[in-house]
């Protein structure tokens, strides 16, 4: 019923970057840890990277030193800088909230966007 709203998704070339966007509802950003998931044909879904409320971030080993993950609280928005992109990022890319803080600990996700490597 609620979704995020997901952006910034494309075709790059490797070595190249993509900044992708997730935006929520205040009220359920504020009391959410953030994290960026994705899901490659054939593959289980994985977690790419995390942002807690308090600013703590923790990265797959894959994409360490090459993804930042960020969030502007006056936005009520998320980010996933990814640069240096490899073929092996290519994957639908799923944004989530965990409501932690709010009742019931609702989850909620957007709705995934294509992120094409490949020269």
């Known amino acids: 019923q609620v979704q995020l709203v997901e952006s910034g998704g494309g075709l790059v070339q490797p070595g190249g970057s993509l900044r992708l966007s997730c935006a929520a509802p205040g009220t359920i950003f504020s009391f959410s840890d953030m994290g960026w998931y994705r899901q490659a044909p054939g593959k289980e879904r994985e977690l790419v990277a995390r942002i807690t409320t308090s600013g703590r971030t923790n990265y797959a080993d894959s994409v360490k030193g090459r993804f930042a993950i960020s969030r502007d609280n006056a936005k009520n928005t998320a980010y996933l800088q990814m640069n240096s992109l490899e073929f092996e990022d290519t994957a639908v890319y799923y944004c989530?909230?965990?409501?932690?803080?709010?009742?019931?600990?609702?989850?909620?996700w957007g709705q995934g966007t294509q992120v094409t490597v490949s020269s």
């Open positions: 989530n909230a965990d409501g932690y803080r709010l009742a019931g600990r609702p989850n909620y």
